[in-house]
T-cell receptor, first 114, second 115 residues
Framework: AQKVTQAQTEISVVEKEDVTLDCVYETRDTTYYLFWYKQPPSGELVFLIRRNSFDEQNEISGRYSWNFQKSTSSFNFTITASQVVDSAVYFCALSQDSSYKLIFGSGTRLLVRP | NAGVTQTPKFRILKIGQSMTLQCTQDMNHNYMYWYRQDPGMGLKLIYY???????DKGEVPNGYNVSRSTTEDFPLRLELAAPSQTSVYFC??????????????FGQGTRLTVV
Protein backbone atom coordinates (compact mmCIF):
# COMPACT_ATOMS: atom_id res chain seq x y z
CA ALA A 1 0.00 0.00 0.00
CA GLN A 2 1.08 3.54 -0.64
CA LYS A 3 0.65 6.07 2.08
CA VAL A 4 2.00 9.39 3.30
CA THR A 5 1.83 10.31 6.98
CA GLN A 6 2.26 13.79 8.37
CA ALA A 7 1.81 13.21 12.07
CA GLN A 8 2.06 16.88 13.04
CA THR A 9 -1.37 18.39 12.53
CA GLU A 10 -0.41 21.89 13.61
CA ILE A 11 2.80 23.61 14.69
CA SER A 12 3.12 27.06 16.19
CA VAL A 13 6.45 28.85 16.42
CA VAL A 14 7.71 32.33 17.06
CA GLU A 15 9.32 34.17 14.19
CA LYS A 16 13.02 33.37 13.64
CA GLU A 17 12.69 29.91 15.21
CA ASP A 18 13.70 26.89 13.14
CA VAL A 19 10.96 24.35 12.48
CA THR A 20 10.94 20.84 11.00
CA LEU A 21 7.91 19.30 9.35
CA ASP A 22 7.91 15.51 9.32
CA CYS A 23 6.87 13.26 6.45
CA VAL A 24 6.90 9.46 6.49
CA TYR A 25 5.93 7.48 3.41
CA GLU A 26 5.11 3.88 2.58
CA THR A 27 5.66 2.25 -0.79
CA ARG A 28 6.77 -1.09 -2.19
CA ASP A 29 8.17 0.44 -5.36
CA THR A 30 11.87 1.12 -5.75
CA THR A 31 11.20 4.05 -8.08
CA TYR A 32 9.13 6.85 -6.67
CA TYR A 33 9.04 10.61 -6.30
CA LEU A 34 8.47 12.77 -3.25
CA PHE A 35 7.15 16.31 -3.21
CA TRP A 36 6.43 19.14 -0.86
CA TYR A 37 3.73 21.72 -1.57
CA LYS A 38 2.79 24.85 0.33
CA GLN A 39 -0.82 26.04 0.59
CA PRO A 40 -0.97 29.61 1.90
CA PRO A 41 -4.21 31.07 3.29
CA SER A 42 -5.16 32.19 -0.22
CA GLY A 43 -5.65 28.50 -1.08
CA GLU A 44 -3.43 27.85 -4.08
CA LEU A 45 -0.87 25.04 -4.10
CA VAL A 46 2.74 26.12 -4.47
CA PHE A 47 5.35 23.56 -5.50
CA LEU A 48 8.46 23.51 -3.31
CA ILE A 49 10.53 20.45 -4.22
CA ARG A 50 10.57 17.19 -6.18
CA ARG A 51 12.95 14.38 -5.25
CA ASN A 52 13.34 10.97 -6.87
CA SER A 53 14.09 7.81 -4.94
CA PHE A 54 17.55 7.43 -6.44
CA ASP A 55 18.81 10.73 -5.13
CA GLU A 56 19.25 10.79 -1.37
CA GLN A 57 21.24 13.98 -1.31
CA ASN A 58 19.83 16.58 1.01
CA GLU A 59 18.86 19.84 -0.58
CA ILE A 60 18.97 23.42 0.57
CA SER A 61 17.17 26.33 -1.04
CA GLY A 62 17.56 29.56 0.89
CA ARG A 63 15.92 29.08 4.28
CA TYR A 64 14.41 25.75 3.20
CA SER A 65 16.13 22.40 3.47
CA TRP A 66 15.01 18.82 2.95
CA ASN A 67 16.33 15.63 4.52
CA PHE A 68 15.56 12.46 2.55
CA GLN A 69 16.33 9.17 4.34
CA LYS A 70 15.29 5.97 2.60
CA SER A 71 16.32 3.90 5.63
CA THR A 72 13.52 5.46 7.67
CA SER A 73 11.21 6.29 4.71
CA SER A 74 11.22 9.92 5.68
CA PHE A 75 11.39 13.18 3.76
CA ASN A 76 11.48 15.96 6.33
CA PHE A 77 11.33 19.67 5.63
CA THR A 78 13.08 22.30 7.73
CA ILE A 79 12.52 26.04 7.64
CA THR A 80 15.36 28.01 9.17
CA ALA A 81 14.68 31.39 10.77
CA SER A 82 10.95 31.17 10.12
CA GLN A 83 8.99 34.21 9.00
CA VAL A 84 5.33 35.15 9.32
CA VAL A 85 4.96 34.64 5.56
CA ASP A 86 5.82 30.96 6.07
CA SER A 87 2.45 30.48 7.77
CA ALA A 88 0.62 27.97 5.62
CA VAL A 89 -0.41 24.34 5.33
CA TYR A 90 2.41 22.17 4.02
CA PHE A 91 1.73 18.93 2.18
CA CYS A 92 4.07 16.05 1.53
CA ALA A 93 3.15 13.82 -1.43
CA LEU A 94 4.27 10.58 -3.07
CA SER A 95 4.12 9.62 -6.75
CA GLN A 96 5.11 6.25 -8.13
CA ASP A 97 3.35 4.37 -10.89
CA SER A 98 3.11 5.29 -14.53
CA SER A 99 0.13 7.55 -13.91
CA TYR A 100 2.29 9.74 -11.64
CA LYS A 101 -0.74 10.57 -9.57
CA LEU A 102 0.02 12.16 -6.21
CA ILE A 103 -0.79 10.60 -2.86
CA PHE A 104 -0.98 13.39 -0.33
CA GLY A 105 -0.45 13.45 3.40
CA SER A 106 -3.06 15.20 5.50
CA GLY A 107 -0.88 18.30 5.81
CA THR A 108 0.75 20.24 8.63
CA ARG A 109 -0.54 23.69 9.46
CA LEU A 110 2.34 25.99 10.39
CA LEU A 111 1.64 29.20 12.26
CA VAL A 112 4.54 31.61 12.64
CA ARG A 113 3.80 34.27 15.23
CA PRO A 114 5.49 37.66 15.21
CA ASN B 1 1.29 31.53 -20.41
CA ALA B 2 -1.81 30.93 -18.28
CA GLY B 3 -0.87 27.47 -16.90
CA VAL B 4 -3.88 25.56 -15.53
CA THR B 5 -7.15 27.48 -15.55
CA GLN B 6 -10.24 26.38 -13.66
CA THR B 7 -13.72 27.82 -13.89
CA PRO B 8 -15.77 28.73 -11.99
CA LYS B 9 -13.90 29.79 -8.84
CA PHE B 10 -16.98 29.50 -6.63
CA ARG B 11 -20.33 27.79 -7.05
CA ILE B 12 -23.32 26.96 -4.89
CA LEU B 13 -25.43 24.04 -6.07
CA LYS B 14 -28.71 22.68 -4.81
CA ILE B 15 -28.99 19.00 -3.99
CA GLY B 16 -29.72 17.04 -7.16
CA GLN B 17 -28.42 19.65 -9.57
CA SER B 18 -25.63 18.94 -12.02
CA MET B 19 -22.68 20.98 -13.17
CA THR B 20 -19.38 20.80 -15.00
CA LEU B 21 -16.14 22.11 -13.60
CA GLN B 22 -13.94 23.28 -16.42
CA CYS B 23 -10.17 22.79 -16.56
CA THR B 24 -7.83 23.77 -19.35
CA GLN B 25 -4.05 23.91 -19.59
CA ASP B 26 -1.91 25.56 -22.22
CA MET B 27 1.37 23.79 -21.47
CA ASN B 28 0.76 20.76 -23.71
CA HIS B 29 0.96 18.44 -20.72
CA ASN B 30 -0.20 14.89 -21.35
CA TYR B 31 -1.14 14.07 -17.76
CA MET B 32 -4.12 15.72 -16.06
CA TYR B 33 -5.79 15.13 -12.70
CA TRP B 34 -8.77 16.13 -10.60
CA TYR B 35 -8.41 16.25 -6.82
CA ARG B 36 -10.79 17.27 -4.07
CA GLN B 37 -9.78 18.80 -0.76
CA ASP B 38 -12.17 18.53 2.15
CA PRO B 39 -11.75 20.97 5.08
CA GLY B 40 -8.60 20.25 7.08
CA MET B 41 -7.64 17.33 4.88
CA GLY B 42 -5.16 16.51 2.17
CA LEU B 43 -6.08 16.16 -1.47
CA LYS B 44 -7.70 13.01 -2.79
CA LEU B 45 -7.65 11.94 -6.42
CA ILE B 46 -10.99 11.75 -8.20
CA TYR B 47 -10.01 10.97 -11.80
CA TYR B 48 -6.94 11.24 -13.96
CA UNK B 49 -5.91 11.08 -17.59
CA UNK B 50 -2.59 10.10 -19.14
CA UNK B 51 -3.50 11.48 -22.53
CA UNK B 52 -6.33 12.52 -24.80
CA UNK B 53 -9.00 9.83 -24.96
CA UNK B 54 -7.74 8.02 -21.84
CA UNK B 55 -9.24 8.44 -18.37
CA ASP B 56 -9.19 6.37 -15.21
CA LYS B 57 -10.66 6.42 -11.72
CA GLY B 58 -8.79 7.63 -8.72
CA GLU B 59 -9.49 7.08 -5.04
CA VAL B 60 -12.91 8.82 -4.83
CA PRO B 61 -14.64 8.68 -8.25
CA ASN B 62 -18.24 8.05 -7.18
CA GLY B 63 -20.62 10.80 -8.26
CA TYR B 64 -18.26 12.20 -10.88
CA ASN B 65 -17.45 11.74 -14.54
CA VAL B 66 -14.70 13.07 -16.78
CA SER B 67 -13.76 13.21 -20.42
CA ARG B 68 -10.53 14.06 -22.23
CA SER B 69 -11.27 14.79 -25.86
CA THR B 70 -8.31 17.15 -26.27
CA THR B 71 -4.90 17.49 -24.65
CA GLU B 72 -5.86 20.88 -23.24
CA ASP B 73 -9.23 20.22 -21.60
CA PHE B 74 -10.27 17.92 -18.77
CA PRO B 75 -13.79 18.78 -17.53
CA LEU B 76 -15.23 17.20 -14.38
CA ARG B 77 -18.96 16.48 -14.36
CA LEU B 78 -21.03 16.24 -11.18
CA GLU B 79 -24.35 14.51 -11.62
CA LEU B 80 -27.02 14.72 -8.89
CA ALA B 81 -25.00 16.86 -6.49
CA ALA B 82 -24.97 15.78 -2.84
CA PRO B 83 -23.84 17.63 0.31
CA SER B 84 -20.90 15.19 0.55
CA GLN B 85 -19.51 16.78 -2.61
CA THR B 86 -19.03 20.10 -0.87
CA SER B 87 -15.31 20.60 -1.25
CA VAL B 88 -12.57 22.50 -3.01
CA TYR B 89 -11.69 20.96 -6.36
CA PHE B 90 -8.26 21.24 -7.90
CA CYS B 91 -7.26 20.41 -11.44
CA UNK B 92 -3.60 19.68 -12.15
CA UNK B 93 -1.33 18.70 -15.02
CA UNK B 94 2.18 17.34 -15.46
CA UNK B 95 4.48 15.92 -18.13
CA UNK B 96 7.19 13.30 -18.41
CA UNK B 97 10.72 14.21 -17.39
CA UNK B 98 13.85 12.37 -16.18
CA UNK B 99 12.35 8.87 -16.01
CA UNK B 100 9.36 10.29 -14.21
CA UNK B 101 7.07 13.23 -14.19
CA UNK B 102 7.48 16.81 -13.27
CA UNK B 103 5.73 18.31 -10.33
CA UNK B 104 2.02 18.79 -10.80
CA UNK B 105 0.94 22.27 -11.85
CA PHE B 106 -2.30 23.16 -10.07
CA GLY B 107 -5.16 25.42 -10.95
CA GLN B 108 -6.50 27.94 -8.44
CA GLY B 109 -9.28 25.66 -7.31
CA THR B 110 -13.08 25.69 -7.41
CA ARG B 111 -14.92 26.04 -4.12
CA LEU B 112 -18.19 24.13 -4.41
CA THR B 113 -20.97 24.14 -1.84
CA VAL B 114 -23.97 21.83 -2.16
CA VAL B 115 -26.99 22.88 -0.13
Amino acid sequence: AQKVTQAQTEISVVEKEDVTLDCVYETRDTTYYLFWYKQPPSGELVFLIRRNSFDEQNEISGRYSWNFQKSTSSFNFTITASQVVDSAVYFCALSQDSSYKLIFGSGTRLLVRP
Amino acid sequence: NAGVTQTPKFRILKIGQSMTLQCTQDMNHNYMYWYRQDPGMGLKLIYYSVGAGITDKGEVPNGYNVSRSTTEDFPLRLELAAPSQTSVYFCASSYSKDRGNTEAFFGQGTRLTVV
